[in-house]
């Protein structure tokens, strides 16, 4: 026979029930709008129903219900969009890092502009012009030289600014480093708090939250591995084990460089920031190291014109025919010219560079000035865009820039003479050979194509990070419809709990009435 308050007890485990029901749509509501809270919900089942003793089975056919009880609060959560969402956030990283940086690399370019070294290129072609209009003007020489130095600058200013890009980029990693030890050290802590909770049998749902939240922001940074055990998460980077329960790895920027250059970190913030550092900063660079070499250094091809004068000692690259005071002589390929030589005709020469030219002419005061490098570099060695500076000589005096290229018998140039500075103008539209190279491009087309280059990796970055973004956004929503708390759905189920707890105090009640009715209304013998 069931007992006799064996509706009570339905009853109370129906009130518990839906106790928690409500205490749990509570807390959902309450944490609608927190970062990473995942949905929970009361997980009910029938409990264990009475069976009647034997011999009253032939009579009480079934078993008696004896109402419902919950047997857990589950958070509602899918680990597969955990982990896809993870790994384009890792993606996403690392797409708006190298935007960023192939974006500031623009910004010191600042091309097209009034400002950009294209302008200052043309402004230095342009003066050379001028300057062979009328090549004893001593304006028109400082033009020259201005115009030579605002090239300078404007090459010493990108490198610094390119080597202070980098040097950021150097440091954020190590910011990023710290950020990483901060993020597994909670990590772990947390796997520890969880697994004592877990063990015993109850489940950490909140501290669950929060460690997922942290590995989604860590996953941003670097792209990790995510696995879980009796001990909690274990997150390493490719082969690099940064979390194993408890025990948490030291984090620094040379362990994730070592990461990268071992091919085991392939996305986020970091691996972005050594990209843009070792490809796109260091790239750039060296195209910009390679070009002032070149103006400087660099084989190109010139004519010389008849009756141009030929520094003694200078060797002929091909049979050459010239004259020493109105005597004519040819001058074998890989001798020395003779004092006093002067081309017969036109002659075809490589020089190396806007240097190798301005050695082969002559200054307003003659051969004293002749044979001066227009640029040098400040530390002695390689120009570079760091070092390249116009001569010291030249910055002191414009009248020993070189514009002639003939010499009357006494070595002094001859006035007017202006076919030098013609041929400097000319070397815009030149072709020139990197040294050590055998690429052969005009100055402007190579700068341009360092310009074009970029252009088009920005283009690229900007795409991959837009499209990285729309996916992030696209798998969150994703893991919103999962686990993201729906205010409407919360209320409905709030109603829906009342209710239930209503019917079952009102069942409650009901029963006591009954138990009223039997105990002080039936029985009256022995009044």
Known sequence: MVSTFHSIETAKRSLFTQTAALNTTGHNISNANTEGYSRQVVKMTASSPMEPLAFLRSTNPGQLGSGVEFSAIERIRQGFLDSQYRSENSSLGNWEVQYDTLDKIQGIMTEPSDTGLQTVLDNFWGAWSDLSKDPENLTARNIVKETALALTDAMNLMSNQLNGLSQDLTNSVGVKAQEIQGYITSIGELNQTISRIESLGDNANDLRDQRDLLTDKLS??????????????????????????????????????????????????????????????????????????TIANGDVTIKLPAGSSIREGTLAQADTVITVNGVESTVLAGQAFPAGAVLKNETPLTVQGINGLHQLGYALDGSASAGIPFFTSTDGGPITAANITLNQVIQSNPNAIASSLRVDANGNAIKGNNSLAN??????????????????????DYYKSMVGELGIQTQEAYRKATNSTSLVIQVENSRQSVSGVSLDEEMSNMIKFQHAYSASARFMTTFDELLDKLINSTGTVGR
Not at 239 to 248: D, F, I, K, R, S
């Open 220 to 293: 941003k940074i670097v792209d990790v591995t995510v696995t879980e055990n009796d001990q909690g998460y274990n997150i390493s980077i490719g082969g690099q084990e940064l979390v194993n329960g408890t025990a948490v790895t030291q984090v620094t920027s040379d362990l994730l460089t070592d990461a990268y250059a071992a091919g085991d970190l392939t996305g986020g913030e970091v691996y972005g920031m050594i990209v843009s550092r070792d490809q796109f900063v260091t790239g750039f660079q060296n195209d910009l190291n390679q070009l002032a070499n």
């Open 423 to 444: 041929l400097m103008g000319s070397l815009k539209d030149q072709a020139f050979t990197v040294p050590g190279g055998t690429d052969s491009t005009t100055i402007n």
